[in-house]
């Protein structure tokens, strides 16, 4: 809908009869601000998400990292790959659960 309205709000600058063509442009531009800022908001969000879940994925790296030595047995190595693992889809999990919260902070900011 907002995107609708970005456009039918250009096509009304262009129906301007007195505008010249700088001005055209320039309320066409204003016509975009509301789209272009629910877009970096929602770019900004998806940034956040993706940056929470990868600290995650490395902490759980480390925490495996930590535990392995030079004398570590395959045995072991294969049991730390497996809490690697385990750790791993634990983060994409919670932050799964946390996609509502996102959304919802996405939609009450663009609606401003």
Do not use: F, H, W
């Amino acid at each position: 809908m907002a995107q609708g309205d970005m456009y039918r709000c250009a096509a009304k600058c262009c129906d301007v009869d007195y505008y010249d063509m700088a001005q055209t442009q320039s309320c066409i531009e204003r016509c975009s601000v509301p789209i272009n800022a629910a877009q970096t908001l929602i770019q900004t969000e998806l940034n956040n998400y993706q940056e929470r879940l990868q600290r995650c994925a490395l902490d759980c790296q480390d925490k495996v990292r930590d535990k392995v030595t030079p004398t570590t047995s395959e045995q072991d190595i294969a049991m730390y790959k497996a809490q690697l693992e385990k750790c791993v889809v634990k983060c994409a999990d919670v932050n799964i659960d946390r996609l509502p919260e996102v959304m919802a902070r996405i939609k009450a900011s663009i609606r401003k």
